[in-house]
């Protein structure tokens, strides 16, 4: 048998015989009773063989094609295994755990149906593999073989995807956990990935940053009574903003409220990994680097530093590196509270545990509110029964198979849920005014694309994002006793709402408006520099 065949069966018994799991998976995500929709998985596993007969084909040499077919085999054998039998799925963490587990535990795991797995699917195959005799083609004809086979499965992956990138986007993005079921893919993946950060990524020294950080006097003198909430929204566009101009009522509530709406407003990034790190970097957007940001201070420490208390409460997936060295709190899944519901919290419940802070904190005092907001695709989960104002909706997460508008309908559900959310924030620091002078600025990382052009989602390189993926909105609130204090001219900051800002300006805008002094500081980018006395 030619090398070249041999890689096309390897292929297809892997991906047929060895991803059950991910197959189940794929048909009861996408298949109902149409003739058409049937054809998705059948296309996506024909992409998955091309892929695979490609990685293979490149193998296919005297004295190495059989050990790599070997071990592809065994270790796809191995994971199907464990990810059938016990429902896991293959990430790095379960790598992780693999290369720290012991003998003992090691054993526990060892069971006749696992060896006679073993034998059947991994051992025999190999076998026959191992005696089946292989014929090659002299070196050149078999790289000009290579070569070919290489390319054309490369042009009808490229046109496969190309015709239907509407639904393969949306689909592998909205069900990420199937790269954790693709053999051998998750398992040569992972654990590559975690050997090289175990071996080869040398440890980098934490670089300082604000070292000559203080109080101002304007903050020494308001010392205890000084409260600052930053509120960090999810996926928040601002043209669905009724403060901007939006046809409809987004934000009926923020609009009775005594606030500032700044509606020329950027953001960082496209997705939350890079916005949310950078928006509290001091570096801007053009100069901001994700490897760089997880080794350097940002805009917390220095805070802390000066003397203020920082307390971040993430109701989403983590602050990124942001909050690594402040007080940090996971509300996201509290067990037993009522606005947590199917391993989901509502965004209320970071009002209600910021309550609970008020009652026993003093000042200085800065709050970070990390929302859960307009998340998507499953925008249905993210606010109560009670504000499905906006209706047909989208009541599931394959948002493909939902008409646009019905996507939009539960999209602008979410920022109305967010506007009272705010509201309530608001009416919580007026409550508590005897005791703290508060402010709040709530600004979104990044905005979201609801079927415009074909785009859905986010995370699109920012040069060719759409505005509607970087346009977000900003609101401000400052109680009369907080700008008095801080000397704040409230008209100046008015006249502020219309002028381009960008979260480039969220780092130094903080230290200004907190009162903080230090060298990192930059006032040009300091959106109320000249509004104070």
């Not at 203020?308 to 509290?334: F, M, P, T």
């Not at 990382?445 to 920012?462: A, F, R, T």
């Not at 509607?468 to 907080?482: C, D, E, G, I, R």
Request: aromatic content about 10%; some cysteine.
């Amino acid at each position: 048998m030619s090398a070249h065949k041999m890689s096309m069966i390897v292929a297809a018994m892997i991906l047929a015989l060895f991803n059950q799991s991910l197959w189940q998976e794929v048909v009861s995500l996408s298949v109902d009773d149409t003739l058409l929709s049937w054809l998705f998985p059948i296309s996506l596993f024909f992409i998955f063989f091309l892929a695979l007969n490609i990685i293979i084909t490149l193998f296919a040499w005297p004295g190495l094609f059989k050990p790599v077919v070997v071990t592809l085999i065994i270790i796809s054998v191995m994971a199907s295994y464990f990810i059938d039998t016990y429902g896991v799925m293959i990430n790095r963490d379960m790598v992780r755990n693999l290369f720290q587990t012991d003998v003992r535990e090691a054993s526990d795991l060892i069971s006749l149906g696992m060896i006679t797995h073993l034998i059947i699917w991994g051992a025999v195959p190999a076998f026959l593999i191992i005696k089946q005799p292989i014929s090659y083609q002299p070196w050149f004809k078999n790289s000009i073989h290579k070569s070919v086979i290489v390319a054309i499965c490369s042009a009808l992956i490229v046109t496969m995807i190309y015709s239907g990138f509407k639904q393969y986007s949306i689909f592998l993005r909205n069900h990420r956990h199937l790269r954790h079921l693709l053999t051998p893919a998750n398992i040569i993946y992972n654990s590559t990935s975690l050997l090289k950060k175990i071996y080869f990524n040398t440890p980098k020294e934490l670089q300082r940053v604000g070292l000559d950080a203080q109080a101002g006097d304007l903050l020494q003198n308001l010392g205890k009574k000084s409260l600052f909430v930053l509120v960090v929204g999810e996926t928040a566009r601002a043209d669905h903003f009724s403060l901007q101009g939006y046809e409809r009522e987004t934000n009926p509530e923020l609009k009775k409220a005594d606030g500032i709406y700044f509606s020329n407003v950027s953001s960082c990034g496209t997705a939350t990994a890079t916005s949310l790190p950078c928006m509290f970097s001091a570096n801007g957007r053009r100069s901001f680097s994700n490897e760089k940001a997880r080794h350097t201070e940002g805009l917390l420490d220095i805070m802390q530093r000066a003397g203020v208390r920082v307390v971040w409460l993430d109701n989403n997936s983590g602050c990124k590196g942001a909050c690594d060295r402040v007080e940090h709190e996971d509300i996201s899944q509290k067990d037993g509270d009522e606005l947590c519901k199917n391993g989901t919290c509502f965004d209320e419940i970071l009002n209600v545990r910021l309550e609970e802070i008020l009652k026993t904190a003093n000042g200085p005092l800065l709050v970070v509110l990390h929302q859960l907001g307009s998340h998507g695709p499953a925008y249905f989960k993210r606010y109560p029964d009670s504000f499905k104002r906006f209706t047909p909706t989208c009541d599931k997460a394959q948002i493909e198979n939902c008409p646009q508008q019905n996507i939009i309908n539960t999209y602008d559900n979410t920022l109305l849920y967010t506007d009272a959310v705010l509201a309530d924030l608001i009416k919580l620091l007026k409550q508590n005014s005897k005791k703290y002078d508060s402010a709040m600025l709530y600004i979104s990382d990044h905005g979201e694309s609801l079927g415009e052009n074909g785009i859905y989602l986010h995370g699109l390189p920012y040069s060719i994002a759409p505005s509607a993926q970087t346009h977000v909105p900003m609101y401000v609130w400052l109680s009369k006793a907080f700008a008095n204090n801080m000397k704040l001219n409230t008209n100046c900051t008015i006249s502020k709402k219309s002028l381009p800002f960008s979260h480039d300006n969220l780092f130094h805008t903080m230290l200004g408006i907190m009162d903080v002094k230090t060298s990192s500081y930059k006032k040009n980018l300091d959106i109320f520099e000249d509004c104070r006395k």
